[in-house]
């Protein structure tokens, strides 16, 4: 018996076969995995390197002794080494089950593979969404079909900025629990930041459960979105308007089945991830030196929380520079300026498996998965591939 499968990302298009599909002309994974052109890459690489500079070289002395947070590397006790590995290591499964829970026929092996390649190539190579494409020749390359892979690599940004917004309402909750908010400093901007999230994760969930489960509403919030489009675009002065009631029915054809069967199951798996990676951040802070009194866990997942939303908006290429400002800040407002060398040494050390390590792996792992082909696709292979003709 055959199963039910949702139909083609935007602009492409899918016969019965799922192994079957023209080559992709509008925006998804697929359409993602053509290289940027030479100016493009040229712009994205020279700002990401201007944050670097700013943030390690500019910013970050003026409060920071170097020396001693590489003091509190050398003091790291090679358990506490282990320790930190394990943790990460356990983090980069838990993110890469997102991807087997959205992808039918993705192993947690696979699915780990996934997120390491999508974190390691976005990281190391900030052209966009290129790094979406990269990932959906190779979950071609497993087998998958053109459509679940299309699906389930484009629903996992979904889930995943889901999660990061549902946060500040774990964080809020288990601070008011314990206390941890009486006092503190910026405490109106921490209740502003969590409020404006939860109510963005409540609207958002509900326009999307909506959407998928009832057509009248898709019809009526299509022809919503198209009045306040076409109303915007009037008053800007320009001609033309985004089809987006189109969007909307194609979201809701291309996802629906998927978010329906799998789409809790992914959430759910998409919070527990988040709480692994504070579990690092954690362990990380206190094997540098930053003991509880000073900050308590729910302290710590409180500022992680917050700066997951923050970044919600991509504020740097590659995602460098700006989440290790915010964290080191953000946390050295709590524990105090005593303790600001421990802090940016556990805050590097989280964010050298959340960040770096994803980048040399990734690269490994597109030399396993693609060997006998160039690590990174060609557009012609794109093409043969979203055709089903690959080998």
Sequence with gaps: MSEE?????????????????????GPGPAAAAAPPNRRAALLRSGLILGVLFVVFVVILPRYIDY??????????????????????????????LIFSALIPGLSALRGT????????????????????????????????????????????????ELSRLFLPLMAVVALALTGGLAGRPNQ??????????????????????????????????????????????????????????????????????????????ALALAVVSQIAWTIVLVVALRVCGVPESALSPFEIFAVYALVMVITIIPLSPGGAGVPELLFIRGLTAIAGTQYESAVTAGVFLYRAFYWFLPIPLAWILLKVVRRGKSMLPTTAELRADARGQAA
């Design 188 to 265: 109106g901007a921490v209740w502003a930041i969590s409020i404006i999230s939860i109510v963005a994760f409540v609207v958002v969930s509900a326009l999307i459960i909506a959407i998928i489960r009832s057509e009248r509403v898709a019809d009526a919030l299509g022809r919503t979105g198209q009045r306040m489009a076409d109303w915007v675009l009037r008053r800007l002065g320009r001609t033309g308007s985004p089809d987006v009631s189109g969007a909307i029915h194609r979201f809701r054809d291309q996802f629906g089945e998927v978010l329906r069967a799998r789409g809790v199951v």
């Design 5 to 25: 499968r949702p139909g083609p990302a935007p602009g492409t298009a899918a016969p019965a076969d799922e192994h079957e599909s023209d080559a992709p002309k």
């Design 67 to 96: 020396e001693e947070v590489l003091q509190a590397f050398q003091d790291l006790q090679p358990t506490q080494i282990v320790v930190m590995t394990v943790l990460g290591m356990i983090a980069w499964v838990m993110s890469g």
């Design 113 to 160: 593979m996934s997120w390491l390649i999508l974190s390691g190539i976005g990281a190391s190579i900030p052209f966009g969404p290129w790094n979406m494409g990269v990932l959906w020749v190779v979950v071609r390359g497993w087998h998958i079909g053109n459509v679940p892979a299309t699906s389930g690599i484009a629903l996992y940004g979904v889930i995943n």
